[in-house]
């Protein structure tokens, strides 16, 4: 059976077409996390592929997410989800103030489903891609939940939450996993367990940036620092590494990692600019000597696609990234400083593992053809 559009509603008919025409004119939400800027930049090869298919993507975010994803589909169609605001400590301890904000988390996604409920009739979806917001999800339509956090580290009561986790995991129709089945893949012992959901799928490692050619034209800066993040820790290694950069010389660029606060300026020999989009940013990193970026596994996905290494700093007890740091530091690939003992001139010295760049993979096409039959049914 193939869908066709009819007064903005699906009907069924005999026949076959083409397999990039399976999602034609289907209506899909795509929704990121809004914790920093990674959940909503590695949804746009997702909203790439759902438009080479002929779908129709509304992109559902806020604040800094929503300008990233405006930015990059400015014809696209999009609708404000707020999401919980999360603030992180000051210390090296995130264990208090999560714990805090815990009962707010899970009230938020309650909110989150009370105004996904809502939506989807007005927006006359077909279907949802959420990535990492629990709440966005129907028991309507097909509802799909992207994720590298299977098997995820809390600071506290951790076997309980990955239960918890678990149970909203098997809740959507299907999940895909941002990661290469083989462990450990990019995300380690994250999305590798011992028992995946059955309603689980990898769909390989996947970047907004082309991995196939070094750009022709580069952005030249010594030391390039790409941050973001929950406050207070973005703020604060902001100005740890402004403090270091102006005491390098050379010229440098660091990028706030703030798209929804538009500046471009020139602080001493450091260029700060809010934000740059994919191609920009994939141009300044070909010209650095030196990438500096924290350890979050949008960032590693995209260092992987274009087969250079960085100088990646964990937030300070945040135990997904300080893990990752930990991984890649024993495999290698990655620099890794804490926080607190960042040194950016040392870092020059060393000579981090530049990597032939990831290889595209069939497995996210595969798993849009299996959303393609949930839409069939």
């Known amino acids: 059976m193939i869908l066709h559009r009819r007064n903005d509603r699906f009907t069924r008919s005999s026949g076959h077409s083409h397999i990039m025409q399976q999602l034609s004119g289907a209506r899909i939400l795509v929704a990121p996390l809004d914790w920093g800027l990674g959940h909503a930049a590695r949804c746009v090869p997702i909203v790439h592929a759902l438009l080479e298919r002929g779908a129709i993507p509304i992109l559902g975010a806020d604040a800094g997410p929503l300008a990233l994803l405006r930015e990059e589909f400015p014809t696209l169609a999009q609708v404000r989800i707020p999401g919980v605001y ?30 996904f409920d809502r939506l989807r009739q007005q927006l006359r979806l077909d279907a949802v891609i959420s990535d990492q917001r629990f709440g966005i999800r129907s028991a309507e339509l097909p509802s799909v939940l992207i994720t590298h956090q299977v098997f995820p580290f809390t600071p506290f009561a ?25 462990s450990p893949g990019l995300a380690g012992e994250l999305s590798h367990g011992p028992a995946l959901p059955s309603n689980a799928r990898y769909i390989g490692t996947l970047s907004r940036f082309a991995p196939e050619v070094v750009p022709s034209r580069v952005t030249r800066h010594r030391i390039v620092a790409v941050i973001s993040g929950p406050e207070p820790q973005r703020t604060l290694l902001e100005r740890i590494l402004t403090d270091q950069l102006h005491r390098i010389e050379g010229r440098h ?8 606060q538009p500046a471009d300026r020139q602080d001493g020999n450091v260029r700060v600019v809010s934000h740059l989009a994919g191609e920009a940013l994939r141009q300044a990193m070909f010209g650095a000597d030196l990438i500096v970026s924290r350890s979050g596994y949008t960032t590693l996905m995209d260092l992987a696609a274009i087969g250079l290494s960085a100088l990646i700093i964990p937030t300070p007890g945040q135990q997904e990234q300080e893990y990752l740091g930990q991984l890649h530091l024993r495999s290698g690939r990655f620099l890794v400083q804490q926080q607190q003992d960042i040194d950016l001139r040392a870092a020059l010295t060393m000579d981090p593992m530049h990597t032939a760049p990831a290889l595209g993979s069939s497995l996210l096409s595969e798993a849009l053809d299996d959303l393609s039959s949930l839409l069939a049914r």
């Open 253 to 260: 660029l660091l990028v706030q990692g703030l798209p929804a």
């Open 86 to 115: 999360v603030r992180y400590a000051k210390g090296k301890s995130q264990l208090w103030s999560m714990a805090r904000q815990f009962p707010t988390m899970i009230q938020g996604v309650r909110a989150e489903k009370a105004l």
């Open 158 to 182: 951790q076997g309980a939450l990955r239960r918890l986790n678990l149970r909203h995991i098997v809740r959507f129709d299907r999940c895909w996993v941002m990661d290469e089945a083989a």
